[in-house]
């Protein structure tokens, strides 16, 4: 099994030799170059995406070509376009690799397998989507109650890889302000 997903599984499963092998037959290798597109808007998001290095980016784009970035996945962490992937249905969004990253891709079907046949692992999937939506509607509550410094500022405590790892025009996307804003709050600090 890979080292990183090893680490993520931690003292959150008691795995078997059998139970390792499993998740390791599912979990396929995958590396990806800047800004590559997995996941196109319209069609079915048939993969999971755990993120060993680097980052994916799930992002909305409207009929003027304005991209709006709904949710940032870095290392450790589990993502893709859920509801294409749990409904089976287009994707409205886009999944990119803004970085160069490498990721361990996990099918519709083998979810299901693992969540079937590993004792535990659907409590750990459950509560990896649990966290990740308290994050969605934290963001949300910040979008719709703060000013684009206190967003900012929450973001630099809380996430500083976002500010420091990816270019401003999707800092400034993920944060609902302009790119010039952006540039002044960074040049305040």
């Known amino acids: 099994m890979h080292p990183a997903l090893k680490h993520h599984i931690e003292g959150k499963l008691d795995l078997t030799p059998q139970h390792e092998q499993l998740i390791d037959s599912c979990f396929k290798p995958r590396f990806t ?14 993969h999971l995406f755990f993120v060993v290095k680097g980052c994916l980016r799930v992002f909305l784009t409207d009929d003027d070509g304005n991209e709006s970035t709904r949710f940032l996945i870095f290392e450790g ?11 089976r249905e287009p994707s409205v969004a886009t999944v990119q690799s803004p970085e160069p990253s ?3 891709v996990l099918s519709y079907a083998d979810r299901d397998r693992l969540l079937k046949e590993i004792p535990g ?12 939506y308290i994050a969605s509607i934290r963001r949300i509550e910040s979008l719709i109650t703060m ?5 900012y500022n929450i973001l630099m405590q809380t996430h500083p890889e976002i500010i420091q790892r990816l270019p401003n ?4 996307d993920y944060l609902g302000i302009s790119q010039e804003t952006l540039s002044r709050l960074k040049s305040k600090k």
């Open 147 to 151: 000013d684009a410094k206190e967003r």
């Open 121 to 132: 692992f659907e409590t750990m999937y459950r509560s990896g989507l649990e966290l990740d």
């Open 102 to 104: 490498e990721l361990l």
């Open 33 to 46: 170059r800047r800004n590559e597109i997995l996941i196109e808007k319209g069609t079915i998001a048939r």
């Open 169 to 172: 025009k999707i800092v400034a």
């Open 77 to 87: 962490r589990m993502g893709t376009a859920f509801p294409s992937f749990i409904l």
